[in-house]
T-cell receptor, first 112, second 116 residues
Framework: GQQVMQIPQYQHVQEGEDFTTYCNSS?????IQWYKQRPGGHPVFLIQ?????EVKKQKRLTFQFGEAKKNSSLHITATQTTDVGTYFC????????????FGKGTKLSVIP | EPEVTQTPSHQVTQMGQEVILRCVPI?????FYWYRQILGQKVEFLVS????????KSEIFDDQFSVERPDGSNFTLKIRSTKLEDSAMYFC??????????????FGEGSRLTVL
């Protein structure tokens, strides 16, 4: 099935620095979703992107979907300790699939 | 706010034993899923369930695994004969629309399975 590749695997930042995680697929995605998992927690939905070139913002978080709908990014401005966790992108396993396939995630650590 | 609930939160079992993990999805959701996450690793799809039958399953979901929605509210995952490598956090999720078709997945807090 379709796979989404995510980089980097880990990122350590000083509080106040920016953070970006990238997600890539070898095939076009009909949509992409982003989830956050706090340490010891469960994945929580953040956002869904559907349109080519789409950009959505949630406070300090900016999500982008590439023009070719094969890549996506999540950028956090001025990280805070509350941003700590693993950020996963997730896309359909294949055309028409019910299944959501998760990337390996980027684990963000924020040093106060 | 409605949420997905899972029991037990932690189960310890001996290799070869049967385990049943239980989930109560959000009541107006139509699609149900089991995912698992081995410590520190990715969230792996096991199975999706819609309209009282399995809609998709992964290679991990072999004959040792089964799912059931016995009474219209519970959604269970059974592992018939557990192996050491089944040790993981098992997440149940539900959604109004299929996740692959853009539906937002709501996850439970997970059931940690430890096989000794």
């Amino acid at each position: 099935g379709q796979q989404v590749m995510q980089i980097p695997q880990y990122q350590h930042v000083q509080e106040g620095e920016d953070f970006t995680t990238y997600c890539n697929s070898s095939t076009t995605l009909s949509n992409i979703q982003w989830y956050k998992q706090r340490p010891g927690g469960h994945p929580v939905f953040l956002i869904q992107l559907v349109k080519s070139g789409e950009v959505k913002k949630q406070k300090r978080l900016t999500f982008q979907f590439g023009e070719a709908k094969k890549n996506s990014s999540l950028h956090i401005t001025a990280t805070q300790t509350t941003d700590v966790g693993t950020y996963f992108c997730a896309g359909p396993a294949g055309a028409g699939s019910y299944q959501l396939t998760f990337g390996k995630g980027t684990k963000l650590s924020v040093i106060p | 706010e409605p949420e997905v609930t899972q029991t037990p939160s932690h189960q310890v079992t001996q290799m070869g034993q049967e385990v049943i993990l239980r989930c109560v999805p959000i009541s107006n959701h139509l699609y149900f899923y089991w995912y698992r996450q081995i410590l520190g690793q990715k969230v792996e799809f096991l199975v999706s369930f819609y309209n009282n039958e399995i809609s998709e399953k992964s290679e991990i979901f072999d004959d040792q695994f089964s799912v059931e929605r016995p009474d219209g509210s519970n959604f269970t995952l059974k592992i018939r004969s557990t192996k050491l490598e089944d040790s993981a956090m098992y997440f149940c999720a539900s959604s109004r629309r299929a996740g692959g078709l853009g539906g937002e997945l709501f996850f439970g807090e997970g059931s940690r399975l430890t096989v000794l």
